[in-house]
């Protein structure tokens, strides 16, 4: 059974910063594409950052200069570095493990930026 857990999720300034991690079990952790994602309201999940088994790296635009991401194969576990946030970064972020067309969503961790 697939099981993705996000942790670090809270509520910070504008300028500041946060952790998340997702935790992953069940899975091939090596072979799957890990991703963020972050949803406000009602409107679609959009990409955070999205990190390939062969090492390449994708960021949205709206985070590029202020995220990081990483993954450890042997821990099973991706974390997204949130630097210099914006209150516009505010919402509910996702974790995915992906392989060919099977996609495992984690609960989600909600992130709120004051200005």
């Known amino acids: 059974q697939v099981q993705l857990v996000e942790s670090g999720g809270g509520s910070v300034q504008a300028g500041g910063s946060l952790s998340l991690s997702c935790t992953a079990s069940?899975?091939?952790?090596?072979?799957?594409?890990m991703a963020w994602y972050r949803q406000v309201g009602g409107n679609e999940r959009e990409l955070v950052a999205r990190h390939a088994p062969n090492g390449n790296i994708e960021y949205g635009d709206s985070v590029i200069g202020r995220f990081t991401i990483s993954r450890n194969n042997a821990k099973a576990t991706f974390t997204l570095q949130m630097n210099h946030l914006k209150p516009e970064d505010t919402g509910v972020y996702y974790c995915?493990?992906?392989?060919?067309?099977?996609?495992?969503w984690g609960q989600g961790t909600q992130v709120t930026v004051s200005s």
């Open positions: 995915l493990a992906q392989v060919w067309t099977a996609q495992f």
């Open positions: 069940g899975v091939e952790f090596n072979g799957f594409i």
